[in-house]
């Protein structure tokens, strides 16, 4: 049985789009790809380098040729990272090019999970969990709007909500029947 359709997961740092979209990924078996590392290997250093030396409005340039090249081409799964919905085009590409699930996690819930990591750019300021607040705020409209699919990821594990997933692709017949 053939995907026929990229999935793309979007969602604040840390809703566990890379995590999940791994298993899913293995699970409907199509390749496996996060933005943020092809951003990375473009070009060649961290995206919280890049982002220190030449600023958001920058990244957010490399990020929108990125993911405009990603949405294309054969189904994959991809994980995108936090902020690819800020752009208005990165919306567009993400929701007439994939199946979009929003992995919707609370601030508190991703400042528990987030609060030792230093990989993440916006979040190395002085409070954290406000930042979330903020981020939430600004963005959780964004993802409403280009996802065809909203999952909660308080309680449910990792293979819960890669099932939750396939059931809502497969009760919105993006895959054939054998």
Same mark, same amino acid.
């Given at each position: 049985?053939?995907?026929?359709?990229?999935?793309?997961?979007?969602?604040?740092?840390?809703?566990?789009?890379?995590?999940?979209?791994?298993?899913?990924?293995?699970?409907?078996?199509?390749?496996?790809?996060?933005?943020?590392?092809?951003?990375?290997?473009?070009?060649?250093?961290?995206?919280?380098?890049?982002?220190?030396? @030449?600023?958001?409005? !920058?990244? +957010?340039?490399?990020?929108?040729?990125? %993911?405009?090249?990603?949405?294309?081409?054969? &189904? #994959?799964?991809?994980?995108?990272?936090?902020?690819?919905?800020?752009?208005?085009?990165?919306?567009?590409?993400?929701?007439?090019?994939?199946?979009?699930?929003?992995?919707?996690?609370?601030?508190? @819930?991703?400042?528990? !999970?987030? +609060?030792?990591?230093?990989?993440?750019? %916006?979040?190395?300021?002085?409070?954290?969990? &406000? #930042?979330?607040?903020?981020?939430?705020?600004?963005?959780?409209?964004?993802?409403?709007?280009?996802?065809?699919?909203?999952?909660?990821?308080?309680?449910?594990?990792?293979?819960?909500?890669?099932?939750?997933?396939?059931?809502?692709?497969?009760?919105?017949?993006?895959?054939?029947?054998?």
């Amino acid at each position: 049985m053939e995907y026929v359709i990229s999935v793309a997961l979007i969602g604040l740092p840390g809703s566990g789009k890379t995590t999940v979209g791994r298993q899913l990924a293995r699970r409907l078996q199509l390749p496996f790809v996060d933005s943020d590392h092809e951003i990375e290997v473009r070009i060649g250093c961290s995206i919280r380098e890049f982002f220190e030396r @030449e600023g958001e409005v !920058r990244f +957010r340039d490399v990020e929108q040729e990125v %993911l405009d090249h990603l949405t294309q081409g054969p &189904a #994959k799964v991809l994980s995108t990272g936090g902020g690819s919905v800020l752009r208005e085009a990165n919306r567009k590409h993400l929701g007439a090019r994939c199946r979009v699930v929003y992995l919707k996690s609370t601030p508190e @819930e991703l400042f528990r !999970r987030l +609060r030792h990591d230093t990989n993440r750019p %916006l979040l190395q300021v002085a409070d954290p969990l &406000a #930042k979330l607040r903020n981020l939430f705020a600004d963005r959780d409209p964004l993802y409403q709007e280009v996802a065809h699919f909203v999952l909660e990821t308080g309680r449910p594990s990792v293979s819960t909500l890669v099932n939750m997933i396939v059931m809502q692709l497969e009760l919105a017949a993006e895959r054939p029947k054998p």
